[in-house]
């Protein structure tokens, strides 16, 4: 019992430190577990502030373990350590005001943002070895650890907390459905970030008592030498003998792949990577050999994958996916040929070339997504081009363009207006819809593959009525209907009024596989709509058989916009998939509105 007590007054020391050493850290964790748990209460999605709020403090979190690190490592910086955090502070800020005008938490900003985090991350581990002020390897195998034990303690913590809410409301009184996403949230929101921090030592510290703290934190523990040792680096030496017997192959054969093998590659650098930093604070031979071998071995198996994502590139352009493959590609080769030089003297350089490659991969106007949009822009416009349909920076319509131009142009555009870059292109008219324009504009409406589907080939899927539908947060509620019988133009529109506002719904066929549902307010402008398409096709794709009875959640497309928000819960869909005048989709769905200022 006194060992227990021990334990608990250890931990809750430990907590405490880390809560005065990261005091921006743990305002941003604590905000984050209030705004969480005030979602939960409301039991809704969150609204376009909340988001905008959560990702501040995200950032916000990593910056004041940056903040922290520098104080520690670099004198100056520790006698200033308010002005310091007043600097992360103006930065979480100016954060938030540049996320203030977007009118949606689009793929972009969640992907600026998490290379933005995953840098300040990779400072994290470089800042305390800055000219080798502390080993590299030891910072590395300490995060880890404290990783691995806050999550450790976390789920163990969750698991029993759940257990006993369980029995508490089995054998003795009900219990809210919430106490489980409010005990979780804190538990793994704040718990377990905040147990991470207090197992970190002060890295630069040369008090007595910081050094005691250090050399535990350094302990090498004997399960995790056997894992790396003995599974990991196996693990990695047996995948990297298939991977080279695969380039091998494809020596003699002359036949290269034309994708499949990035994200095999990525996989295996990544997790090669991190095994060679925890094997470089090891002494036997597994470890020694691993150390020597793997920067060798990396080089030839990461240039394979570079040819093959070059075939991708050639064929199809760049997208934000393919660049972030090809970034890596080029920081393995880099991190390859200079531990090859010298290993683990340059160990630190991996933390910092992984910053740089991030932060570059986010800066105009070599950013993932200008090069990404530029490509594909480019792209289309040699397409057309080629077939007559663009000439001198005008388009010309042309309905009998070939099929594969049709396919293209089509995926280009899709691709383009879901990263909202349509605006990009000059020789676009004004407020183009793909799914209403495409024939006035090009000649012909979106033309999508058929994927090999045979002509009688057909999916179809019906909601679970037996599973209760989430309509919290939404105003108004309408049956729709689309068949490939119905016209190709707009439905009589729903009107509602909402608030004292007018509002309608508009149903509109654009084709025999597209529809599209909007909403408009009283002067006709759309303020938020959504296709099916692209929606019904995915679900046809992931489907496991012909015949599906789905549930609501699967069923349902939900749709953000101008702080208005629509959910499309589908109650049947049928597809038929063959030629134009046969294939087509019919739909039926509940369409929910909501306005979010309301």
Not at 232 to 245: D, E, K, M
Not at 417 to 427: F, N
Not at 588 to 596: E, N, R, T, Y
């Amino acid at each position: 019992m006194n060992r227990f007590i021990e334990l608990i007054q250890y931990m809750v020391k430990g907590m405490s430190r880390a809560v005065l050493r990261f005091p921006l850290t743990v305002l941003s964790l604590v905000g984050a577990t209030i705004l969480i748990c005030y979602m939960i209460s409301l039991n809704d999605s969150p609204s376009l502030f909340i988001q905008k709020v959560m990702f501040t403090l995200l950032v916000g979190a990593f910056l004041g373990m940056v903040a922290q690190f520098s104080t520690e490592r670099f004198e100056k910086l520790s006698k200033s350590r308010p002005v310091v955090y007043g600097i992360s502070a103006l930065l979480t800020l100016g954060y938030y005001m540049i996320l203030w005008p977007a009118p949606e938490i689009s793929a972009e900003i969640g992907v600026r943002t998490f290379v933005a985090v995953f840098a300040m991350l990779c400072a994290v581990l470089w800042v305390p070895c800055y000219k080798i002020k502390t080993d590299f390897n030891q910072v590395a195998l300490i995060h880890f650890k404290s990783v691995f034990t806050a999550v450790l303690y976390s789920g163990v913590l969750s698991a029993g907390i759940a257990a006993i809410i369980a029995t508490v409301d089995i054998l003795l009184f009900k219990i809210n459905d919430d106490a489980y996403p409010y005990m979780m949230t804190i538990v793994w929101v704040m718990f377990a970030p905040l147990y991470y921090l207090s197992l970190l030592p002060k890295f630069n510290s040369e008090e007595e008592s910081d050094l005691e703290r250090m050399e535990i934190a350094k302990n090498y523990p004997r399960f995790l030498e056997i894992l790396v040792s003995y599974i990991a680096i196996p693990l990695v030496a047996t995948y990297s003998l298939v991977l080279l017997a695969y380039f091998i192959k494809i020596l003699v054969t002359l036949n290269w792949p034309s994708g499949q093998l990035g994200p095999m590659v990525l996989v295996y650098s990544a997790a090669g990577l991190l095994v060679f930093v925890l094997a470089s604070s090891l002494e036997n031979r597994f470890a020694s050999l691993y150390i020597k071998i793997f920067p060798k071995v990396l080089i030839p198996v990461v240039i394979m994958q570079l040819i093959s994502v070059g075939i991708r590139l050639n064929a199809y352009g760049v997208t934000e996916s393919r660049y972030y493959v090809v970034l890596f590609g080029v920081f393995s080769i880099v991190v390859g040929v200079m531990l090859s030089l010298k290993p683990i003297a340059k160990n630190s350089y991996i933390a910092l070339l992984a910053a740089c490659f991030a932060i570059f991969s986010i800066i105009p106007p070599m950013d993932a997504f200008t090069v990404s949009r530029v490509s594909q822009i480019t792209r289309i416009e040699n397409i057309l081009q080629s077939d007559g349909i663009l000439s001198e920076g005008k388009l010309i319509p042309k309905a009998d363009a070939s099929e594969d131009t049709k396919i293209e142009t089509t995926n280009i555009l899709s691709y383009l207006d879901r990263k909202s870059s349509l605006e990009y292109i000059q020789w676009l008219p004004e407020e183009f819809n793909m799914y209403q324009d495409m024939k006035k504009v090009f000649g012909f409406e979106p033309t999508y593959p058929n994927y090999g589907y045979d002509e009688n080939q057909y999916f179809s899927a019906s909601l679970d009525n037996l599973k209760p539908i989430n309509i919290s947060g939404y105003d108004v509620s309408l049956t729709i209907h689309s068949a490939r019988y119905m016209k190709e133009e707009a439905a009589e529109p729903y009107k509602f009024t909402l608030d004292g506002v007018e509002y309608k719904i508009l149903l509109e066929n654009l084709f025999y596989e597209e529809a599209e549902i909007s909403v408009r307010d009283g002067s006709g402008a759309e303020i938020i709509g959504t296709g099916l398409y692209k929606f019904v096709n995915d679900l046809a794709e992931t489907g496991d058989s012909p015949r599906e009875v789905m549930s609501p959640e699967e069923m349902s497309l939900e749709v953000s916009q101008n702080e208005y928000k629509l959910k499309v819960i589908f109650q049947n869909i049928n597809i038929n998939y063959g030629a134009p005048n046969e294939a087509g989709f019919d739909y039926s769905a509940i369409v929910l509105f909501g306005d979010q200022n309301i």
